[in-house]
């Protein structure tokens, strides 16, 4: 689905993740679940692109419904995978604390779980070899993608700041839409290791330049980042 120029989304509000399209190459952010390799292919042929044309895929961080098809990708297309360093464990064993749920209303939570196993999530293949990246980097890739660390939902979680897209994207550091309640608008995301440092994490998204905010789960956001974070500040 094209959102705007050089900018793509693959899947939808329940699990998404991006496509930047620059005369230079395509880099992907995120992988969402294995099945979302159909859309990706779905829509590279939309734009008269291959898998071939991908050089990097950054990841926001190393949860499973974000690393879907990065395996593949690395493994038949010979694609990097990018991910930050404190998530690198994480993206190549799954490993990772058990956080509470939280709230939660059943129609929401059995929606997500449907569409995660119609997208074969069970499926997932952790990464057996990433690049590893550090807040600050500016990476070598189509779109100059600039990596903002964003620690809380994990060690990891960075935002990925592309300018020649005009977006920045947040993976789960915050969300519009909540996968367990189904409430909609800008709020902190579910499965957070350490809530209080996600919050904290807020203000480096504010100041970025940007006119859309994208995240792994919701509605794409498009107003500016000091706007979404204020709004859930107020809540």
């Known amino acids: 689905m094209k959102l705007a120029p050089h900018l793509h989304r693959l899947g939808n509000d329940i699990v998404a993740s991006y496509l930047i399209d620059t005369p230079e190459g395509i880099t992907l952010v995120d992988a969402g679940?294995?099945?979302?390799?159909?859309?990706?292919?779905?829509?590279?042929?939309?734009?008269?692109?291959?898998?071939?044309?991908?050089?990097?895929?950054?990841?926001?961080?190393?949860?499973?419904?974000?690393?879907?098809?990065a395996e593949r990708l690395r493994v038949e297309h010979g694609v990097p995978v990018y991910v930050h360093e404190a998530d690198a464990h994480r993206t190549r064993t799954g490993e990772k604390p058990k956080t509470p749920a939280g709230p939660m209303r059943p129609g929401a939570a059995l929606g997500f779980l449907?569409?995660?196993?119609?997208k074969n999530a069970l499926r997932a293949k952790y990464v057996?070899?990433?690049?590893?990246?550090?807040?600050?980097?500016?990476?070598?890739?189509?779109?100059s993608p600039v990596i903002i660390g964003m620690p809380?939902?994990?060690?990891?979680?960075?935002?990925v700041h592309v300018p020649v897209a005009d977006a920045v994207f947040v993976g789960d550091a915050l969300t519009t839409r909540h996968v367990l309640t189904g409430r909609t608008g800008p709020q902190p995301a579910p499965f957070t290791d350490d809530p209080a440092e996600a919050h904290a994490s807020l203000s480096r998204l504010a100041p970025v330049p940007a006119s859309w905010v994208l995240p792994g789960h919701g509605t794409p956001w498009h107003a500016s980042p000091a706007e979404l974070v204020e709004r859930i500040e107020k809540a």
């Not at 057996?128 to 779109?143: A, C, F, N």
């Open 152 to 159: 809380g939902h994990s060690p990891g979680s960075v935002a």
């Open 33 to 69: 679940l294995p099945g979302h390799w159909n859309d990706l292919q779905r829509e590279l042929r939309e734009i008269g692109r291959t898998a071939d044309d991908i050089k990097g895929l950054v990841l926001t961080h190393g949860d499973s419904d974000h690393i879907g098809f």
């Open 114 to 118: 449907g569409y995660s196993l119609r």
């Open 128 to 143: 057996s070899e990433v690049t590893e990246i550090h807040d600050g980097d500016v990476l070598d890739l189509p779109g």
